[in-house]
């Protein structure tokens, strides 16, 4: 009896480790070293750590709704494996979405390690998210939560001439004449009719927050008004927008031809000037107090004044 008893104090603490390291086991399976990720609205990456590699990620869901995230899904060696569907990840690789003032890209470059990239978050309001991960037997969830950018203060805007830049000339058709006269005569026109004659400006930038953080404000910069000797000369200003400005032309020349007997017919050809001037806007973070550069180009369309008279026949 007295050995049976001191096997039974013995035999509890063995199977209640070997239990509990059973339990333990199977409850970390999936561990990331991180489970809440707080982001600034500058946004950056994290790299988060797994004691082991025996799990997927099987959604990825806005907060806001608890609605699945949709976007593109590629291989270790970048190649795209499968676009706009409900994100998800077996084995190595990464998933991203973009909403043009948001966005995220989630790599697996190893089985034990996961990296968390978010975008500058421009729009507005807090983006909230979680990324599903899932064992054989476990489910555990990292959640993502990343406040809105507080926005940029303009600094200055600086243009260069980059290659393909500078000013081409292109030619629109105007108004055309046509006669049938018994004797010589003069004809009076303006040969600037039938077309529109405009100055056309605007911004362009392929930088998806190229235009945001200044909307709201109407800021006016510094835009070129001639260039010289690839010297840019920047007398006027414009509201920096992606919207297209119009200026029209007060042209009210008049030109003078003669007109034989008989048919004859006529029409001009207005000289325009495109303008590409490359430029660099520096802003100042609201938050942190740092510099963002914007690049794109200031693009000016607009008559040059010369036309000339082409004669059919």
Not at 84 to 105: D, P, T, W
Not at 109 to 121: D, I
């Amino acid at each position: 009896m007295i050995l049976k008893r001191l096997f039974m104090v013995f035999l509890v603490p063995i199977c209640f480790i070997s239990c509990n390291s059973d339990v333990e086991d199977s409850i970390t399976q999936v561990q990331p070293s991180i489970s809440l990720i707080l982001m600034e609205g500058e946004g950056g990456s994290v790299e988060v750590s797994f004691t082991n590699g025996d799990w997927n990620i099987t959604g990825v869901n806005n907060s806001d709704g608890d609605v699945k995230i949709s976007g593109n899904s590629y291989s270790i060696d970048n190649k795209l494996v499968i676009e706009n569907y409900m994100l998800s990840l077996e084995g190595l690789g990464r998933i991203e979405a973009f909403g043009g003032s948001k966005g995220f890209v989630i790599s697996r470059n190893t089985p034990t390690s996961l990296n968390v990239k978010l975008n500058e978050n421009s729009s507005g309001e807090d983006f909230n998210f979680t990324v599903d991960l899932q064992s054989a037997n476990e489910s555990k969830k990292i959640t993502v939560k990343q406040m809105k950018s507080q926005g940029y203060n303009f600094k200055s805007i600086e243009y260069i001439l980059k290659q393909n830049d500078g000013d081409s000339l292109f030619i629109r058709n105007g108004e055309g004449y046509k006669f049938s006269v018994s004797s010589p005569q003069e004809f009076s026109f303006s040969p600037f009719t039938g077309v529109e004659i405009n100055r056309k400006t605007y911004f362009t930038s392929d930088e998806k927050d190229a235009f945001v953080w200044l909307k709201n404000n109407s800021i006016k910069v510094e835009v070129p008004s001639s260039i010289d000797n690839k010297y840019i000369h920047t007398d006027n200003e414009e509201v920096y927008t992606d919207l297209t400005t119009i200026s029209n032309y007060e042209l009210d020349q008049k030109d003078i031809v003669k007109i034989s007997s008989g048919e004859s017919e006529f029409y001009t050809e207005i000289q325009f000037r495109k303008r590409t001037v490359s430029y660099i806007l520096y802003l100042t973070n609201k938050r942190t107090g740092g510099e963002k550069k914007i690049e794109g180009k200031w693009v000016e369309i607009a008559p040059t004044g010369d036309y000339d008279i082409i004669w059919k026949n």
